[in-house]
Every structure is written in structure tokens, then in C-alpha cells.
């Protein structure tokens, strides 16, 4: 990625925090998964969206916010099936973002926006802000970025089931990190019937619980092979124009 | 409500109860919270409909279903400068979620269904499935019911902002459990401006932590004023008949 | 509201409740269980009792005490070897009484009353008012209200072994709620030698873990047939007399 | 090894634990407290008389009970506005307890008695026995020794309100550890009127929160000048007839 | 009072304690453990050196320092193989801490010394002082007191492996505690090889789980029958002389 | 770092694996800290270091080892009062090795080498290989690895006090990962006289909590103006030739 001006705590000495603290308002928290993504793409792939879509918003809206170490590991136990794959409890989740918030409210920061890659961890994200806020009055918001680039994907993704190794998550891929790309093994998702009609894997509103291999052999859905670069810049840069609206307003209010 | 043939566990002996383990499937568990809910309604609101909508469940459903006591607390931090309000920390619902299914899983059921009426759960119901699968190696699901009813919602709410003590929810209490309702305090929203965009009260995806009195002076959303018996029974029936597919799949497979 | 003047919870919107807070000086909380009560009783027994005696404590007592929602599962252990019954871990019934009790402090209540009717609970409930003193600064109370009937009990009980689904229980429900007695099914208690000499059981100071099935076949003791309603009345009258006399002082000092 | 024969843990090597075991069923594990006992006594007094009293038990049922290092620490929030004492949370000495059952029955041991000399602890042992019958699956029970001493202390016992630095503690003391007591300051305690009525400091079954000071001034009840070495010994040997009883069943059923 | 001046809060009433906290400024806190140390010694041995220990440091710090009762049971998992050894979970440890620390910060102590006699313990208080300070605010320290005597050690110690149930150890013992020896059963260790290489166990900085008896045979290392109480008295007062700098500074700043 | 062959989990996808697991026996978790390095590394340096370092350990002991993702957050309390750093409650560390662990467990891994590179995470990791041998019966183990190169260091470090951001760990830097330095920043450590004597920090065995200014104005010790990448590639060198001898002891164990 660039080299352009953006607060990412991980190059930064306490000096330079120092500094920065003097602009910054929000502290952005990338939040990913260790899991598996079919034949297409290393298990870190949300960790590794998850820091290089934060290390763009670093750019975006510096000098006022502030891009801290990634959650490199997420709620997973879907996944566990599939070798490699490794879970958190959500209270743990919930414990490493309460310690890793409190330290930064230790620095004076109060706002904090955790950006997240991966579906599974929105229910935590969710329990965690409102418990935050509960036990240590910050402000805190949550957000998969990728909701917030309806247009690109409405426009892009052509297969029945997608939102895991699809040609979605391939193209960001390709634009933000194609180091993760297994390019000789991309192939389509092996996806199975779903057998609970209503249910989210069949565009419902009910939730239970699954293993990912009941709804696909070999982890993926969608088609990864119809992934490109342009639709992955598309995707980013549609959902970073509404997250700088979001955090604009964020700092102000 | 009815008398017909229902497995209602608050009003059986464990004589009773006995017996109906041998068809009994599913256990379904009604969730509520107990918060404010307007000048329009009481504030047992949320726990009241889940108790009564499971109970027309029990009917549809005997005799694969039972349905056990009400969970009448839920997450409702967002609620609490409202007088009455009661909120349980994400974490202690959680364990009483717990306590209640290892219970019922000593008595031979494998199958449950958290059956909610109150946004401010689902979250924290989506983390309970994922960490009861985890730990008692049990199937879970949990459901919004009124999400079950898109068509019915589509054709009756016609305000901008609702989702509580609005149109839609008077209605229902309308069919399932009058005697809850405010009737001469009715009301409309007083509805303000989200600063926040894009987010989930302006209808956009982005979750941030506020407190109710940010969105609405009066605790109510949409206009009371309109609710209707029959609105009230087309929510109550379309999602009784998505959730006896639901269940029918759930119980089968 | 209900027929008398009493400060229901669940009956009342915030406004209600704002107004209410006004006078109110005590919040009760009734805490059941639910639970096998043999052939005679439904299993929500403990919850419909602590519920119904807790209205009837906030007519008395009106306008300074505030009834809360009940607390309808508790620690339940012994009896979970008859199908239905459902037990909290001790720790989970602290945190939910926890939360309740934070939730009322915020809305200026600085004095609880935990009504109980399960006997299993007293130990729990003792243990939560000393740590919710400790972590909370809250003055608070709990008792089993029958035992503030003393003489009701001698002049009416005269079986060896009672205080469960037995002649005292169900004249309670009778008086207080006819609707969770099994009137074609009232059965002696089919009560059995208990092994260890001065245990509780023996009407002995020490306590041992036990199975409910190890004291009485069918899960009641006591004599179900003797119940009159009568009975229940004496017994709620001079337990109400009593309890008034506590909770004047507990207001004033 | 003591004076006569018991087994003693402090006392003894592996290997001789090893031999002991071919015949022990029960662990007996004294619990006492670290807290005020007024002028009279060292605040280990709990901690004491539970160690020395268990040692007599040990002698009695040898070789078929084993006794364990004390527990020293007890729950004592109420007595903590008395420079010295040191009060557990009720959750900390669960986990205690739990930790020395769960190494017991690591080396075989199914049967536990709590041995408790502490008012204070009685509703932690009863939720401690429960809970760890639910983990463990083991036997568990508890008593406060001096409940089984009704006849020595209504022959002796005179004061109004007593219980706590009181004839009857200062009596067992002469008898089992006379070098805790502080000879040249014992004095009455300095009872004051407690302002709930019904509660238990005024005989009636109500548990309310409260400190120490309320009740009493110098930190004692009852009246320590009283105080006999013959009515120790007769507690001591009528509540170790009664306990013996115990025992013998507790090892055969 | 102990035959020298000392403040043992163990045989203090709370009127001595008050008077005490008017000149002292650390609490000193015994921790020790329940665990096998060979045919040697007695199980308590770690609880007892560490309780006598603490009182000679009560003697020479006075009127400085308390000495508060004994912490008698430690981290041993290593050591459960053998018959008797108790152990706690780190965490159980932890919360036992942190409420003695909790209830002597009531009184107005702020500095706290941990005197440890076992390795085992050393990880487990190390992550307690942290915890302590984050949470409690309080100034804390711990030493495994051996360590302060590398004179004694160095000139006594002639066994390849030492550490536990060794001359030096028995040596302590001797002057400390003789009580605790088995004086007919003294025998060398019967150490093997213990596999993993540049290990804590071969003198090396891994640290690698393993159960007690792959590294000897009968629980002990080192050679018993060297102890003299000589070497004892050379340690305890090397070890006392050390510390006695570190209070004062601890006191000073 | 190199392109040599090394199970790097981070760019493995679930296929490759599945293929790794057939030969792998053990896991190696990298573990570090995000915590202010003075003037002369980016906050990240010990995470960093972890990784680079682990990963060629993963290429030495292809292909007998995986190499997990990075666990980024360390136990940096004494550092938060410098801006940026973020600590870990242990708790919270413990909780996510135990999901991390548990999560490789069910992928068929049973030995664990949690490789450190930060002095602060020390107890942490004992008291979790021991809580993780005690719950998940797996074997771990866990060294701080510049502990493993005595002789490197003996050799280059001549800095009275060193340890941290010192020429030994800006050396390592240089070799391992040069672009967390701030080359134009290096400075000596401004040292300040610690005031507790026998102290870690003046060498001696004592622990007690302490904030790193009072050691340390800049956040540095030693010199890091002193820094070669020679001395970094002897003390890799040197700690891999020993770690290999122990791995090595640990599969064939």
C-alpha cells in the first residue's frame, strides 16, 4: 500500500504518538479473523483486509484519527472444521477490545470505531460496544466495511450465494492485498442446499447454528474466479467515501 | 389467549411434562426485556408479546414444541435513562440462557429456539447460539418474530422512523395482549434528528453506541395513533406461517 | 393498574413509573423458581406465588414500595431429575439480581426487599445482598414469606414431613392463584426415609447435597389433600402483618 | 502425628497419605475467618477453633476421615469497619473450596465435609455444596458445629443476644485454644438496639444487610466474663456426638 | 504476642490492630503451599516455612511491619500425582489476593510484601502485584525469600539438583520449623533425567509443563541427610538481613 | 526475510494445512506487545520481533513445526503512562491462548511453544502453560528467546542497565526487522537511579510494581547508538541453535 501520511500506531514511537494525539479524535480498531477461505485465499485474509482497508482510512482522514495493531483473530467456530482455523470465545474478544479501549482512554481518546472484515464477528462487536460504553462511557461504533459499498456489489456479484472467498472478497483481495491470493487454486464455491429455509444462508431473517461445511464443500460460496481488481478498487472506494461521512460526523457530535 | 392444546412448561406438572417429552422436539424460548416503552405501552411490552406470540406457537406447533417460562429482562442499556427501565448485561443473559438449556438438555432436548421480540437482544442472542453450540454441543436459532412479517409491515407502517412503541408494535399488542396498552395516552414519536449517518437510524448499517432520548423526546418511534387489531393479526399470522416452516425444517434435519 | 392502588412494574409506562418514584422508597423483587412441585402443582408454582404475594405486598404498602417483574427460574438443582424443572447456577441468579438492582439505582431506588418463595434460593439470596452491599453501597433484604407465618403453620400443618408441593403450599395457591393447582391429581407426598440423621431433612442443622427423588417418590411432602384456602389466608394475612412491620422500619432507618 | 491418633494432612508426608487413604472416605475441611471478635479474642478465633475442633473429629473417626489444612479466610464484610478483619467475596472462597475438592478427588476422595466455626459462611458453604455437586459430581455437606450443641447452650448461654464473642465462644476457646483469648480484657459486649424488626439480630428470620457496629459497639455480643472451660467441653463433646452420627451415615449411604 | 515483638494480626484483637496501623506501613503476607515434599517432610512444609519466616521478619521490622495470616495453599499442579498435594488455579490464587489486599486497604495499608516459600507460586504473584496495582491502585511486591540468600546456598548446597525437599530445604526446616521433618525417613532425591534440554529443570530459561515424578522418583531432590540446622540459620538470617534493606526502602518511597 | 520453505499459517490456506499437519507436531505462537520502545522502535518492535523470529524458526524446523499468527498484545501496564502503549489485563492473554490452543487442539496439534519476546509477558505465560496442561491436557512450553543467547550478549552489551530498546534489542532489529527503527532518533536510555535495592531492576530477585519513567525518562535503556546488525545476527543465531536442541527434545518426548 502507499506511503502517504496516516497515523498507524504500528510504525509509530510513543514520541510520535505523542504528537498525534493532539489531532486525533477517533481511534479506528481493525478487527479480522484466523479462518479458513476455501482453496482462494490464506486464512489471514480478514485480518489483512481488515489492516490494509484501516490503513487506507488512516489516509483518508488523517490527521484525525489513529489506526491501532489489528485483531487478528476472530469468532470462527463455524469454521473449525476446516484446518488452520482458530476461534474466539466472544468474551474473549470482548475482554482483548475492553483492555485494548481502556488503554487508549488512558491516552484520551474517547471515540472509538472498530472496522471489521468478517460477518461472524458482528454480533460480538455489537455486545461489545454496548458494554463498553457501559462499563467505561466511551463512544464506540462497529462496521463491516463491505456494507458499506451496496452500489459496487449490486453491480458486481453475479452468483446466488456469496460474502465468503466469492469473487467479492477475491476482488478486494486483489486490490488491498493480492499477496493472500492462491491465484493457481481459484474455483468456484462448492455450495450445498441450505436445509433451513428462513435462515440467513437462504436470505432470511433467522439465525442458527452451522457448521460452514454443511452449507459448502470446499469453503467457499460464490465465484472467485470472476474476481477482478476494478471491481475491488470500486468496492473500496464506495464504502470509504461513506465511512468518511460517518466519521466526519462521529467527531463532531 | 386460546385454549387449545399447547405445551405451555409454566402451567404443566412434571407429570405432564413427562409426557409430552416423547413428541416434544423443540424447546422454545420466549425473550423479552423490560423497558420503556413510551407514554404507549407498558413497560413489560417486549416481554409480554414474546410469552403470548410463543404461545400461539405452542398451539400451531403441538405437540413438537414446548415452551418454556419467559426470559422477561433484555439488553436495553440504551433505554436506561427512561424511569423503569432494567437492563441485563449481555454476559449475564448469556448464563441464564445457558442455565436454562443445560436444564432442558438433562431432560432430553437437543433443539431450541430463542423466539425474541426486542431488537436490543439479537446480538447478544446471536453470540448465546454460537457459545452454547460451543460448549454443550447443542443446535440453536434465534428469531425477531416481527422480522418473519415483512409483508405485513410493508403494507401497514408508513412512518418514517418506527420499530418501537410505533404503529407496528401497538398493533400487535392489539391482538396478542391489550390490556398492556396506554389507551388513552396514545401517541406519536417524537422523533429527532440522528446525527450519525449511515447509520442504523438514518437506515444505514453502521452500530454506535447512543441512548435512546438522542433519537426520541418521548420514547416511542413512528405514530401509535395508527395501530390497528387487523394490522396486528396479518404480523402475528404471516409469521406464524414462515416460523412453522422454519421449525418444520429445524425439527427434521 | 390493578384493581387496588399498587406500583406494578409490568403494568406501568416510564411516566407511570416516574410518577411512582416519587414516594417510592423500597423496590421488591420476587424471585420464584420453576420447578417439579409433584402431581398437585404446576411447575411455574414458586414464580406465580412469589409474584402474586409480592402484588398483594405492593397494595399494602402502596405508595412506597414498587413491585418489579418476578424473577421466575432459581437454584433448582435437586429437583432436576423430574422432567421440566429448570435451575439457575448460583452465580447467574447474583448477576441477574445484579443487573436489576443496578438498573433500579440508577433510577434513584436505594433499598431492596427480595421477596422469595423457594427455599433452595435462601442461601443465594443471602449471599447476593452481602455482595451487592459490598460492590454496590445498596441496603438490601431478602426473606421467604412464609416463614414470617409462624403460627398460620402450627395451627394448620400436621404432616411429619412438609414445606414442598405439601397441605401449606397449595392452601397458598389456592388463596393466591387456584389457577396452577392440578385439583384431580392432589396426592399425599410419598416421602422416604432419609439416610443421614440431622440434616435438614431429619429436621436437623446440617446440610447435604441430595436429590429431591432420595426424600419423596412423587416429589411432594406433606399432605396436598388437607389444603384449604382458608389456610392460605391465615398464612398470607399474618405473613403480611409481619413483612409490614419490617419493611416500615427498613424504609425509615 | 498428634497426641492420639489422626490424620492430620499438615501433619503428614505423600506417603503416608498414600496408607491413610486405603481407609479414609470423607475429607473433613475446617473453615473458619479472619475477623473482629471484640475485645476478647484474637481475630483468627474462627480460623482456630475450626482447626482444633476438626483435629477432635479427626481423633474421633479415625482412620476413616482425613482433615484438611484450614481455610482461614471467611466472608466477613460485616465486620470490616473493625480494624484487622479480612473478608473473601463469596465467589473467591467457592473457587477456594472448589479447588482443594477438585485435588481430593484426584486422589480418590468422594465424600467432603465443610467443618465450619463462622455464621457468616453458612449461605457460601450451602451454595458451595451445591455447585460443587453440579461441577464435580461429588458428596458434600456442611455444618456449623455449635448447631449441634442446642442442649450445652441453652443450659449456658444466658444473655440476650449473643453469638459472637460471646460466653459460648469465649468457652469453647478455654477449652480448645485458651491462647486466643485476651484473659485481661474480657468484657460484655456493648449491645445496641438493632432498628429492623423480625430480622435475625432480633431472633426473626430476615436477613438484612448491616455492619457490625450497628449491633454492637465493641464488636461483641452476649458476655465473655461468663465464660467456662466445662461449658466448652460440654459443646464441644455433645455437638462431636451429634457430628459422629453424621458421619457414620455420611459413609454409608 | 510472640515471644519478641511482632504485630501477627493471627493473635491480635482488633483493639491491638488499631493501635498497631498507627506505626505500621506494610503488610506482609505469608504465601505458601500444600504439596508433597518427599518422605522428608510434611505437606504443610511450604505454608509453615513461610508463616515462620514471616514472623522473624515481624520481629525484626516491628513496629513497621504486620504479618498477616497465612495463605496455606499454592499453584502445586505439578505435584498432584503425589497423594495429598492440593492445588490451586492461578486465578483462584489471584482473587484470594486481591480480597486480603482489598480489606487491608480499608484499614489504611497501601504497601504490600508477598514472602513466598515456593516456585511454584512465583509466576502466579507476579501477574498478582500487576493486577493489584491496575486495579487497586496499591504498592506491591513479592520475593521468594531463598533467593535473598545465595551465600548460604552457594556454600551449603552440593547436590547436582536442588530445589525442593533438599538439604537446603530440609536445613530451613530444621531451624525454623523442626516439627515438619520426618527425622527417620530422610533420603536423597531419587532424580532422573529429565528430557527436555536448556529447561528450568537442566538449569536452562524454558519452561516446559510436567508432572513432578518425571523428574524424581520419590518427590524429592537433592540430599536430605546433608541438612543441618547450621545451614538453616546461615540462610534465614542472609535471606533476613537482604530483605530488611528492600522494607526500608519499600517503606521510604 | 527469506523465501525458504516454513508453514507459515498467516499465508496458508485451509488445503495447504491440512497437507502441513501431516509431519507438523508442534505449534509456535509468536507473542509480543504494542508498548512505547523510547525514542528508537516503533511500538510494535516486540510483536514484530516475535513474528520475524518465529518465522525462522519455522524454517528451521520444517516441516516438524507451524507458526500461528502473531498474538500482537502484550502485559504492558509499566509502560501506559508513555502515549500508545496498550496492555493486556493477564486474564485476557490467558483467554486467548487457551482459544488459540484449543482451536489448533481440534486440529490434531497437542504441543504448544509460545515464543516470546517480552520480559513483561513472562508470568503470564507460566501461569498459562500451567492453567493449559490443567484444563486442555495439552503439553506447552514458553521461553522469552533472547534468554537463549547468553553468549551473544555477554559479548556486545555493555550498558550498566539494558533490556529493553537497548543495543541488544535495536541490534536484533536491525537483523531482523529494520524498518521498525528510527534511525535518526537513537539515544542512550536516560537511566534514573531505581530506588527499591535487591530489585529486578538493580538485579536482584525482588518484584514490585513500578512505572517505567521511574526507571527511565525517555522509555530506553542501555545505548542504543551502540547497535550492530552483527551482534543481531550472533544472538538469533545463537538462541535458534539452542531452541532447536530443545524443540527437537520436546516432538521426541
New interface residues.
Given amino acids: 500500500m502507499s506511503k502517504k501520511n496516516a497515523y498507524l500506531?504500528?510504525?509509530?514511537?510513543?514520541?510520535e504518538?505523542?504528537e498525534a494525539?493532539e489531532t486525533v479524535k477517533v481511534a479506528v480498531i481493525p478487527v479480522g479473523a484466523?479462518e479458513?477461505?476455501?482453496?482462494?485465499?490464506?486464512?489471514?485474509c480478514d485480518?489483512?483486509r481488515a489492516r490494509e482497508y484501516s490503513k487506507v482510512v488512516g489516509e483518508r482522514m488523517y490527521p484525525k484519527v489513529m489506526i491501532?495493531?489489528?485483531v487478528?483473530?476472530g469468532?470462527s467456530?463455524?469454521h473449525?472444521n476446516?484446518?488452520?482455523?482458530?476461534?474466539?470465545?466472544?468474551?474473549?474478544m470482548i475482554?482483548?477490545l475492553?483492555?485494548?479501549v481502556k488503554?487508549?482512554k488512558?491516552?484520551g481518546i474517547e471515540k472509538f470505531l472498530f472496522l471489521n472484515s468478517h460477518g461472524g464477528n458482528?454480533?460480538?462487536?455489537?455486545?461489545a460496544?454496548?458494554?463498553?460504553?457501559?462499563e467505561l462511557g466511551?463512544?464506540?461504533?462497529?462496521?463491516?466495511y463491505t456494507?458499506?459499498a451496496p452500489e459496487a456489489i449490486k453491480k458486481h456479484v453475479k452468483s446466488d450465494s456469496s460474502g465468503h472467498s466469492c469473487e467479492r472478497e477475491v476482488s478486494e483481495a486483489l486490490y488491498l492485498a493480492p499477496?493472500?491470493i492462491?491465484q493457481d487454486?481459484l474455483t468456484q464455491g462448492e455450495v450445498k442446499d441450505f436445509?433451513?429455509?428462513?435462515?440467513m444462508q437462504n436470505k432470511?431473517?433467522?439465525?442458527?447454528?452451522y457448521d460452514f461445511e454443511e452449507w459448502t464443500e470446499n469453503?467457499a460460496l460464490g465465484d472467485a474466479t470472476k474476481a477482478t481488481k476494478e471491481f475491488g478498487k470500486e468496492l473500496v472506494e464506495e464504502s470509504l467515501t461513506?465511512?468518511e461521512?460517518?466519521i466526519t460526523?462521529?467527531i463532531?457530535?
Avoid: C
Fill in positions: 500506531m504500528e510504525e509509530m514511537s510513543w514520541l504518538v505523542e494525539l484466523h479458513q477461505h476455501g482453496p482462494n485465499l490464506a486464512e489471514s485480518a489483512v491501532t495493531p489489528t487478528n483473530f469468532i467456530f463455524h473449525l476446516f484446518p488452520g482455523t482458530i476461534s474466539l470465545l466472544p468474551e474473549t475482554s482483548l475492553r483492555d485494548i488503554s487508549l488512558h491516552h458482528e454480533a460480538t462487536l455489537d455486545t460496544i454496548v458494554t463498553l460504553k457501559e466511551v463512544k464506540a461504533a462497529h462496521i463491516k456494507l458499506l499477496e493472500i492462491k487454486e436445509p433451513y429455509s428462513l435462515t432470511g431473517p433467522i439465525k442458527v447454528t469453503g461513506n465511512l461521512e460517518f460526523d462521529f463532531e457530535n
